[in-house]
Nanobody, 114 residues
Framework: QVQLVESGGGLVQPGGSLRLSCAASGSIFRDAIMGWYRQALGKQREWVATISNSGTTVYSDSVKGRFTIAKDNAKNMLYLQMNSLKPEDTAVYYC????????WGQGTQVTVSS
């Protein structure tokens, strides 16, 4: 059974930074494709970034150059470093693990506001 728990969200001013974390249980983390998604109020969930099991990263155009996805296989941890945050980054952020099936965390709220 895979469980994902996000943390690190909060309120930050425009231009600020946050680092989200996602703790994964289970033994498949090293082989899984991991991703971050977000869902703003009243909008559909959208993809933010992906990191493959080999460490290849891909970003949506809306966050490219500002966000960095990374993982620590030894700790079963996924991260999202978010810099130069904008009000439009406000959303609930979810991590996803994909390995034969898909698993989602419960989400962490990020609010960018002055």
């Amino acid at each position: 059974q895979v469980q994902l728990v996000e943390s690190g969200g909060g309120l930050v001013q425009p231009g600020g930074s946050l680092r989200l974390s996602c703790a994964a249980s289970g033994s498949i983390f090293r082989d899984a494709i991991m991703g971050w998604y977000r869902q703003a109020l009243g909008k559909q969930r959208e993809w933010v970034a992906t990191i493959s099991n080999s460490g290849t990263t891909v970003y949506s155009d809306s966050v490219k150059g500002r966000f960095t996805i990374a993982k620590d296989n030894a700790k079963n941890m996924l991260y999202l470093q978010m810099n130069s945050l904008k009000p439009e980054d406000t959303a609930v952020y979810y991590c996803k693990l994909r390995w034969r099936s898909e698993y989602w965390g419960q989400g962490t709220q990020v609010t960018v506001s002055s």
